[in-house]
């Protein structure tokens, strides 16, 4: 009888336990204030002397409940209190999330957006929910696509395959962005295949016509494996950390490459990349062990 009470104590708390769990990771995490996560870094090509602060927002999926226009604005205010000297925009404003009570419209996320401050500017690349929650432009496979035409309404400029040179202190830099490499998809024009996305990492580094450090924003990772040295830091989103992220491995990755390029600051062969855990939510309203964050990157 011993044995049956204490079975059945242990039984009532794993199930009480599950439900605890599976609360927080729908009700609490997924709505919780962005956490900030830190990286200082002094690359091997970065100019002595020269200090960046780089503040990265990554995959809002802008919808009702989780993530409305007002809770944009505020994370925005929030990104804006790390005085940045620039601010970058990984990509996926869209949501493709079933499990929401209304989309936003994207000029609504856009104005929200517009609250963003740099003396550097606000810079975006985007991602294939904004491809993939754009049928017109989807089927076309090609832009503009809504969310090409909500940040330019709002004066945020989008880099599809493009480079620019940005000065600071004297010393300059160069910021590159490609275009999404999963969407649109479209049959290749020799009808020798089918190609994922529009991405053109080649075309985009030769508009680099000195030996200024690059900043790279690619918003799904998996492009860092053929990423040249040249390139100081990659900075991508995408992966929301896998959304279930328990002892630092995530059990399920939208990567060719699994837990590689899941999370975080990745070090390979002297190259540097930074992967944002995210805002927002795909798929599943679902947040554990990797909450919401906007990324602040320190730079010499």
């Known amino acids: 009888m011993i044995a049956r009470r204490g079975f059945l104590k242990l039984f ?18 997924p709505l919780s204030q962005p956490r900030v996560t830190r990286y200082a870094l002094t690359p091997a090509r970065w100019p002595h002397g020269l200090k960046l602060r780089i503040v990265g927002l990554a995959d809002f999926h802008a919808c009702e409940p989780w993530m409305p226009a007002s809770r944009i604005a505020t ?14 925009l990984l990509g996926d404003y869209m949501t493709s999330m079933r499990f929401n009570s209304g989309y936003v419209k994207p000029e609504r996320w856009a104005e929200a957006l517009a609250r963003l401050r ?22 076309a496979a090609m832009g503009p696509t809504l969310a090409h035409r909500a940040l330019a309404d709002v004066g945020i400029p989008v880099y599809d395959n493009r480079a620019i040179r940005i000065e600071k202190d004297g010393q300059h830099f160069w910021l590159a962005g490609l275009a999404d490499q999963l969407e ?27 030996d200024g450090p690059v900043i790279l924003m690619a918003h799904e990772p998996d492009i860092f494996t053929d990423v040249p040295g040249r390139v100081t830091l990659t900075l991508s989103g995408h992966t929301h950390g896998g959304q279930i992220r328990i ?9 060719r490459f699994g837990n590689r390029y899941a999370y975080g600051h990745v070090f390979e062969n002297g190259r540097h990349l930074i992967v944002s855990a995210g805002l927002g939510l795909s798929k599943l309203p679902v947040r554990l062990g990797v909450p919401p964050e906007i990324v602040v990157v320190e730079l010499g």
């Open 118 to 139: 740099a003396p550097l500017g606000v810079h975006a690349i985007l991602g294939n929910h904004d491809w993939l929650n754009d049928p017109t432009a989807q089927a």
């Open 12 to 29: 009532a708390g794993l199930i009480m336990g599950a439900f605890g769990t599976a609360t927080y990771a729908v009700g609490v995490e």
């Open 75 to 88: 994370i925005c205010e929030q990104a804006n209190s790390f005085n940045g000297d620039i601010v970058v």
């Open 247 to 255: 002892l630092g491995y995530s059990p399920l990755v939208p990567s």
């Open 184 to 210: 649109p998809g479209y049959a290749a024009p020799d009808g020798s295949g089918w190609i994922d996305g529009l991405d053109d990492l080649p075309a985009t580094m030769a508009q680099i016509d000195d």
